[in-house]
């Protein structure tokens, strides 16, 4: 059984939702995706005309964007405004301009605020939440039962991400990709407000080598030795 909060953190390409959303499936558990959450504000900053780069605009759009996120791990969605947004934040647009959004401080106060309360509601009604996102071992549930931390090389999450993207309709190349990878890799780790950090006490995958369901079954593992 899988009670309390088991944090999923690392870069993107790593497997890391397709991975944290099975997982808690398979423990009847809820999911919270934290990066479709600083997505959904970057694409309120895009449609408000506001420029990605200034930290005070884009704080104040973050502050009354209205965000709801749905925590069931097999159908989870990110409302904008009552508005489904859940493809639209996938896009080019948003996944250009999400990593200066996500710096500003402002931003992540707000957000991680947010997400402590979704949290805390899930685990009074459930008991048990799987959250992803850069900074949850670290920041948002520095108390989680288990942390784990993906990783891969960063030409293995190209070659992932653009097999993703070209399998939802977004054509996309694995060098751009790589670039895209690279640039937000260094972006997120080097942010001054909670950049990408290993926790000190998370755990971690190198999933190079592993499929789907190998990362799966080494993170019900240890939820198991856990639990
Ligand atoms: O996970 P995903 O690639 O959708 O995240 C998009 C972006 O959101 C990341 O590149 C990062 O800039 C930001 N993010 C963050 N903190 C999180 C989750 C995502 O800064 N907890």
Redesign the pocket.
């Known amino acids: 059984e899988l009670r309390g909060v088991v944090a999923v953190d690392g870069p ?1 390409g790593t497997g890391k939702s397709t991975v944290a959303r099975r997982l808690a499936a398979e423990f009847d558990a809820e999911y919270l995706d ?3 959450m ?2 959904a504000v970057t694409l309120a900053v895009l449609r408000a005309g506001v420029d990605p780069q200034d930290p005070d605009a884009v704080a104040e759009i973050a502050a009354v964007a209205e965000l709801a996120s749905g925590t069931d791990p097999e159908a989870p969605t990110i409302d904008l405004a009552g508005e489904d947004v859940s493809e639209e934040i996938r896009g080019p647009a948003v996944t250009l301009a ?2 200066p959004v ?1 710096a500003v401080p402002a931003v992540r106060e707000q957000l991680v605020g947010r997400q402590r309360q979704i949290i805390a509601d899930a685990l009074a009604r459930t008991g048990g939440i799987v959250v992803e ?4 071992g670290t920041t948002v549930a520095p108390d989680a039962g288990l942390k784990v931390f993906l990783t891969a090389t960063p030409e293995a999450r190209a070659h992932r991400r653009a097999a993703q993207d070209n399998a939802s309709g977004r054509r996309a190349d694995v060098a751009e990709t790589l670039a895209d990878v690279r640039r ?1 890799d260094t ?2 780790a080097s942010r001054a407000v909670s950049p990408m950090r290993r926790a000190e006490d998370a755990v971690t995958v190198d999933t190079t080598e592993l499929d789907i369901p190998g990362v799966l079954s080494e993170l019900a593992a240890l939820i198991k030795q856990r639990g």
């Open positions: 993107s934290t990066g479709a600083y997505r999400v990593s996500s996102g850069r900074d949850i937000r972006y997120d």
